[in-house]
């Protein structure tokens, strides 16, 4: 089993910035993908991002796209993201995800299903 534990979440005004981590503990992988997803109260969890082990090759969602940047470190099994010009649009719980391995195709990395453990998540409230 990997435990995830998300970090740094908390409530600031728009155009602010704010840094998620995230702590992979228990098994360990020689290759794997970890990402961030969000929720917002009444809507489907969100892509947000996501990073492979192996490459480091980085994807992410359309919205956040040149203002949040995902990043990792294999020696310390964490994944970081660092959030700029948060917008009230950005309120959510978000959720660190973990799986093995890696994949192809680069729409796999935004599928929820595909990621096999999850963190409790952490709130991001960013008022207008």
């Known amino acids: 089993q990997v435990q995830l534990e998300e970090s740094g979440g908390g409530l600031l005004q728009a155009g602010g910035s704010l840094r998620l981590s995230c702590s992979a503990s228990?098994?360990?992988?020689?290759?794997?993908?970890m990402g961030w997803f969000r929720q917002a109260p009444g809507k489907e969890r969100e892509f947000v991002a996501a990073?492979?082990?192996?490459?480091?090759?980085?994807y992410y969602g359309d919205s956040v796209k040149g203002r949040f940047t995902i990043s990792g470190d294999n020696a310390k099994n964490t994944v970081s993201l660092q959030m700029n010009s948060l917008k009230p649009d950005d309120t959510a719980v978000y959720y660190c995800?973990?799986?093995?391995?890696?994949?192809?195709?680069?729409?796999?990395?935004?599928?929820?299903?595909?990621?096999?453990?999850w963190g409790q998540g952490t709130q991001v409230t960013v008022s207008s």
């Open positions: 995800a973990a799986a093995p391995g890696y994949w192809v195709f680069s729409a796999s990395y935004s599928q929820p299903r595909n990621y096999d453990y």
């Open positions: 990073i492979r082990s192996s490459g480091g090759n980085t």
């Open positions: 228990g098994r360990t992988f020689s290759s794997y993908v």
